[in-house]
């Protein structure tokens, strides 16, 4: 089966050097020599000023609304993974949906002032599929209306923007380092901030407020990454550049292939994208079922990122429907991008695609497969 990703690996006597030096050293956690490592590595690759690495990003997410001491309710998005919404909820922040814009597919600017409320302290986006956010548009709003600004920024690892890591954006970003994504730590997340003060707060509610030994400053959580997640990250970082091409290639002949077919996300201006998924939007639910079960009989697994649209939790309710992000949700599939994707199993997803969507359209040439590499 072809799925819509494959866990990277990265070189296994690397990471077996890695595993014996924390064999060595008997130092399995609590902000080791790799986690430092790779922190330092992150920071330079990224281009920001902290990175605190943690176990995944959800946590990552929670700890970035404590250090802001965010709550009462956020404005956020509704097209995004649950835990960008889950977390709020989960932090007693009630999430407020205000809809996306319908080529960006990110929160629209447009909608946020709107939903803003009494008792609203923050403006929580997704770089949804990586592609950024109307940072410049929010960081307005956001200052106009004494709001903070949390990206979750789970996709949008090495995505820049005006010359720039998208992470600079917003008073925190965060990121996920989850197995299914681009840069993966095995689990794990980093929280992205450029003020001293934060980063220091972030520290502490990650390690359950111990300043030292003898002293605990208020109340924390576990949110510490492992030596061995570290290892895996530090081989993966070996390889991102490769990584990264590899991605661009694959999505450069989907989008040459398809375009014509499907809607596809229209990127952010200015903006070099990382293509950490390929997203279609298929004319309507019925035709992206049929292409899915078309994918299905072929050997692929495609998946529906992001369904359902996340204004229709039940326990998230009462919510305002919010109408572009529900029409988004029934239309977008995910097509497999991943570093060694075969190019013969890329054309079957291309040539099955294109065969459901061009019903009254001339009929698919495939092309020469030596000729197009
Ligand atoms: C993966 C993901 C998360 C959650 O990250 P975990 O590391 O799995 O906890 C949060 N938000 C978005 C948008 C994601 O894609």
Redesign the pocket.
């Known amino acids: 089966m072809i799925n819509v990703t494959k866990t990277y690996l990265g070189d296994i006597d690397k990471f077996k050097t890695y595993v014996e030096g924390i064999y060595a050293r008997g130092w399995l956690t609590n902000h080791g020599p790799l986690v430092c490592q790779l922190e330092e590595r992150l920071k330079e690759y990224l281009g920001v000023r902290h990175v605190i690495l943690t176990n ?6 929670q700890v970035a609304y404590r250090a802001l001491g965010l709550n009462g309710s956020a404005v956020t998005t509704p097209f ?5 919404s889950s ?1 709020l909820q989960w932090e007693g922040i009630r999430p407020i949906f205000a809809d996306i814009d319908a080529q960006t597919w990110n929160i629209s600017p447009e909608h946020i002032e709107s939903r803003i409320v009494s008792d609203t302290t923050a403006i929580v986006g ?1 770089h ?1 599929f990586g592609n950024p956010c109307a940072v410049e548009r929010i960081e307005e709003i956001a200052r106009r209306r004494n709001l903070k600004v949390v990206y ?1 920024g ?2 949008a690892f090495a995505v820049r923007h005006a010359g720039q890591s998208v992470l600079n954006w917003g008073d925190i970003s ?1 990121l ?3 197995a ?2 681009l840069f993966h730590t095995i ?3 980093a929280i992205i901030t450029n003020d001293d003060e934060l980063a220091r707060k972030v520290h502490l509610l990650c390690n359950f407020g111990i300043v030292d030994v003898d002293k605990i400053d208020g109340i924390g959580i576990n949110a510490k990454l492992n030596e061995f997640s570290a290892a895996m990250g530090l081989c993966i970082l070996d390889d991102i550049e490769n990584i990264l091409q590899q991605r661009a290639e694959i999505a450069h002949r989907y989008t040459t292939r398809l375009g014509d077919y499907v809607d596809l996300q229209k990127p952010q201006d200015d903006s070099q994208l990382n293509h950490s998924y390929y997203p279609i939007a298929l004319r309507d639910e019925q035709q992206l079922l049929r292409v899915r079960s078309a994918l299905n009989t072929n050997g692929i697994n495609p998946r529906r ?2 369904y359902p649209s996340l204004d229709t939790l039940e326990y998230l309710q009462p919510q305002a429907a919010q109408t572009a992000s529900r029409s988004l949700s029934e239309r977008v599939l995910c097509l497999p991008i991943y570093p060694g994707l075969q190019l013969e199993d890329q054309e079957r997803v291309i040539a099955t695609v294109i065969a459901e969507c061009s019903l009254g359209r001339a009929p698919y040439q495939a092309p020469d497969l030596a000729s197009a590499i």
């Not at 995944?56 to 997410?61: H, P, S």
Request: net charge negative; glycine share 10%.
């Open positions: 995944n990003g959800t946590l990552a997410l995004s993974f649950v835990a960008t977390s997704t949804v979750d789970a996709h965060t996920s380092f989850h299914t994504k689990e794990g997340g990122y992001f």
